[in-house]
């Protein structure tokens, strides 16, 4: 078990991919009008990539268009004073490719907002890093 | 009951900053090395501002140093597909008044992590904004 400078244990690129899959919600990152912006998000994985469901016009969509972002997922038990966090450092892009689009329209990913939402983002997960907080460890 | 462009419930100041005194663990995000970076952190508030302990030698402690951090907070239900979330952009500044650490040291603010985090980064509440998703609103 390796810990960090923190005294957090390390998790392994599997350990994150797979706490990754096993989450619903996670929060984008980015900077919108060069201010720091994070936005939750429900999403899937393909393979590795992160994919989201938005509106073409949204906020998102515009600020994710062709930048580097980060996605965190976490859970937490306040009582046990433990828990789990992945981030995910990569870049975003808008999928243009009908076909593209038509194959992930297919994941088992339905928006929770309402509205029409058939503009994916999708984020390549290029940087993979995660931390475990265990009072036992 | 005011709605965003997204749909989203848009919630007042009042029940965000009361939204936000009932968490116990938020993500502060900021700019690491020229890209966008997220860490959850246990935290409290003191009246409006935002109060983290971290240890003075931490990459937090200087990322966040004299710079504009966003902080967010959330809750969500996946089976009822609900929740809320909370965000704050603000100053961040590294508590160097001895007086004011004194003081803050009183605050309820246990470092889930392990070593001594005698470090106090606080984030004033400059802008606030809240949404809140109810699948029967």
Same mark, same amino acid.
């Given at each position: ?32 009008? +060069? ?5 939750? $998000?429900? &999403?899937?994985? #393909?393979?590795? %990539?992160?994919?989201? @469901? /938005? ?6 969509? +515009? ?5 580097? $972002?980060? &996605?965190?997922? #976490?859970?937490? %038990?306040?009582?046990? @004073? /433990? ?26 990913? /339905? ?27």
């Amino acid at each position: 078990m390796r810990l960090d400078s923190a005294g957090l244990q390390v998790l392994s690129y599997q350990e994150c991919m797979s706490l990754l899959g096993s989450c619903p919600i996670g929060r984008i990152v980015f900077t919108d009008r +060069a201010l720091p912006a994070v936005q939750p $998000v429900n &999403f899937c994985l #393909d393979g590795e %990539d992160i994919v989201i @469901r /938005t509106t073409a016009g949204s906020k998102l969509a +515009a600020a994710t268009r062709r930048t580097v $972002v980060a &996605f965190e997922v #976490d859970e937490f %038990d306040p009582a046990a @004073r /433990t828990g789990w966090s992945v981030t995910v450092v990569g870049h975003a892009r808008a999928v243009e490719d009908p076909a593209e689009a038509a194959r992930l329209a297919g994941l088992p990913l /339905t928006p929770w907002a309402p509205g029409t939402r058939d503009h994916f983002i999708v984020i390549a997960a290029e940087q993979v890093s995660g931390r475990r907080i265990d009072q036992h460890g």
